[in-house]
């Protein structure tokens, strides 16, 4: 074994991600501490739930500001965390769904993985949703 994949340096696996009980998603980080993984805004410049099988485009606000929710100062807020990410809750049973994971590489959620997670935030942190290969709707969150 590499000395990093030994040490606290390693790159999180797909085992350092679990599910507590059927209600709490949570991600662990390589030292066994919990990631925060609240979700406390979403984006108010879209009508959600979205339709994936339907977008004209990628869902891809990136660190866009909003044009809806507006400060004093008539700035608009983020549409996502503070490092471009977001989140989503899977709105159909049996869908797929093809996002760009925060680190960059492409992933397909799968019709099963969408059973299961069906009307719970998805746990990943999420810089995209791509219109090809996306059947099923959901709603965002960061």
Known sequence: MSEVLGSSLKKPR???????????????DVLGGIVNF???GTDPDIVQPV????????????LTLSTVNLDTNGKGY???NPD???VITIE???????????DGSQ???????????????????????LKNGTTGSFSVGY
């Open 14 to 28: 797909c085992g350092d991600m679990f599910t507590l009980s059927d209600r709490m998603a949570v991600i662990r």
């Open 38 to 40: 609240q979700v406390v």
């Open 51 to 62: 339709n994936g099988a339907t977008m004209p485009d990628d869902y891809e606000p990136g």
């Open 78 to 80: 983020p549409r996502v």
């Open 84 to 86: 471009g990410t977001f």
């Open 92 to 102: 159909t049973d049996k869908a797929t769904y093809v996002v760009v994971l925060a």
């Open 107 to 129: 992933y397909t959620i799968t019709a099963a993985q969408s059973t299961a997670y069906l009307g719970r935030w998805y746990p990943a942190r999420l810089l995209a949703v």
